[in-house]
């Protein structure tokens, strides 16, 4: 896979690693907050790449995105225990998701935030560009939550005052989310620096942040647009004057490493942990195939008949491991060092196309939608200009349908970023899925079920806003199609 690899060396990042301090789990949120066992004083650039590196981690692992996203969108499919492609899915499923971000990303990123506010050393725009990074990702932490769970803890999740936290409901988090991500992407002075080391995104290049902060602001405020057509406007223009993402060479990546214990995640759970559950379905396989798309190759592997063959999605355990031998695995993004996509540009195009087609701003959304598909295939590798060329010739930006033209393109983009892929198909709702025979619900899940733990202790706040806890079908708010 051809990737631009721009971004800072993990060398200051294993050495990081040795100091990390690491937040013990236990029922509730206050216990997320208190780790007894952590040295007194640690610097506030540890605990940013702790947070930061965690949030990947979690974002591209097994359990979210593997085992749980990628077959939503029936990029992959089970090839032996198949009972989440069947939506076989309870509050134990995602207890460690759920705490891997509030005690491994919030509550680290809250902590180094306190230590620099509180450093006098720490001066000027030096200081307000290590909280406008601090800032940026933690509204990007708290989306993934809200648009995970819908309502949660939010304005009193991460303080040891509220042991039992309320949950907040979404619009009102969501409101809250836009106003602090464009105040800490308007506070970014470029000129200045950040990070000296530990900011594992873009090494403290503040005109680089500024630029990802801005297209995760788009991101945001399109994710919005059904449902509060002013305030996606606004954002999605501040977003576009603050400067967004301009090619792959401004892409939000972190590469992992080929270090066995910093590898990607899905790397380490195919090689290092020998599993080998995971397919790529017929669905995404004969849509490749009917497009001409040639992503095909770097997204699927042959076979050993030297085929590449989609597994059928959602499939019983016995038929399922009846095909396992025949189908195809995924290619490519299971190497050590794949990369976790944060925000590239890609993805900011398509945004870009849709708020052409919204009136939100003006521009090309044909030449948006064309740069979109050009960014992912470049982005894979395919470099030869005349194949994107016929590619797009034969599969037209369809203004008349421009949901369906660019949610199928983003579907096909997201490939890897389940996470992004299945918040896109729910607001989208393109391309058509399918709900397999065998399910055990009657519809694709659109939410996760709140985790064991938080039922079992959180119970009063979480049943004021659910007496249902495992349920998967109720839309978010901001799911109106």
Aim: glycine content about 6%; overall charge negative; some cysteine.
């Amino acid at each position: 896979m051809k990737i631009n690899r721009k971004f800072k060396s993990l060398r200051n990042f294993c050495l990081g690693l040795l100091v990390f301090t690491m937040v013990s789990c236990g029922d509730n949120l206050l216990d997320l907050n208190i780790d007894p066992n952590a040295p007194t004083v640690v610097p506030a650039s540890n605990l940013v790449t702790q947070a930061e590196y965690n949030y990947f981690n979690t974002m591209q692992g097994r359990n979210l995105n593997g085992e749980f996203a990628m077959l939503m969108v029936q990029h992959w499919a089970q090839n032996e225990y198949a009972e989440e492609s069947r939506y076989v899915l309870d509050g134990n499923s995602f207890d460690g998701t759920w705490t891997s971000f509030y005690a491994g990303t919030l509550n680290e990123l809250k902590a180094a935030k306190t230590i620099i506010a509180n450093d006098e050393t720490v001066i000027g725009a030096l200081k307000t560009n290590q909280i406008a990074i601090i800032d940026i990702m933690t509204a990007t932490a708290f989306q993934t939550l809200t648009e995970a769970w819908g309502d949660i803890p939010y304005s009193e999740a991460l303080s040891t005052d509220f042991p039992n936290p309320t949950y907040d409901g979404q619009a009102s988090i969501w409101a809250d989310l836009l106003s602090k991500l464009d105040a800490a992407v308007g506070s970014i002075d470029a000129s200045a620096g950040s990070f000296a080391a530990g900011d594992i995104v873009a090494n403290g290049d503040m005109t680089k942040w500024k630029k990802i902060g801005a297209s995760l602001l788009l991101r945001m405020a399109m994710r919005v647009s059904d449902v509060d057509a002013a305030a996606a406007a606004n954002y999605v223009n501040k977003a576009i004057a603050y400067g967004v993402l301009e090619s792959n060479a401004d892409n939000a990546l972190f590469n992992f490493s080929n270090d066995p214990s910093l590898a990607n995640p899905l790397y380490i759970d195919n090689v290092i942990n020998t599993r080998d559950d995971f397919a790529v379905t017929d669905v995404l396989v004969d849509m490749l195939k009917s497009l001409g798309d040639p992503r095909l190759e770097v997204y699927a592997a042959p076979t050993n008949a030297g085929e590449i063959v989609g597994m059928p999605y959602g499939l019983t355990d016995p038929e399922a491991f009846a095909l396992k031998d025949v189908t195809s695995r995924p290619a490519t993004i299971r190497e050590a060092t794949s990369p976790f996509i944060l925000i590239d540009y890609a993805e900011v195009s398509f945004l870009l196309a849709e708020a052409v087609e919204r009136g939100i701003t003006s521009g090309d959304a044909a030449q948006y939608y064309a740069n979109g598909v050009t960014a992912s295939m470049n982005f894979w590798g395919i470099m030869d200009e005349a194949a994107i060329a016929d590619y797009l010739a034969a599969n037209p930006y369809d203004a008349s349908d421009w949901k369906a033209s660019i949610g199928l393109q983003k579907w096909l983009a997201f490939y890897s970023n389940g996470v992004q892929a299945w918040a896109e198909w729910r607001r989208l709702d393109a391309p058509g899925l399918a709900v397999p025979a065998a399910a055990d619900i009657d519809g694709i899940p659109v939410r996760l079920p709140y985790p064991v733990s938080e039922q079992a202790s959180n119970e009063s706040a979480l049943m004021e806003v659910t007496s249902s806890p495992n349920d998967m079908l109720t839309k978010l708010w901001w799911d109106v199609n």
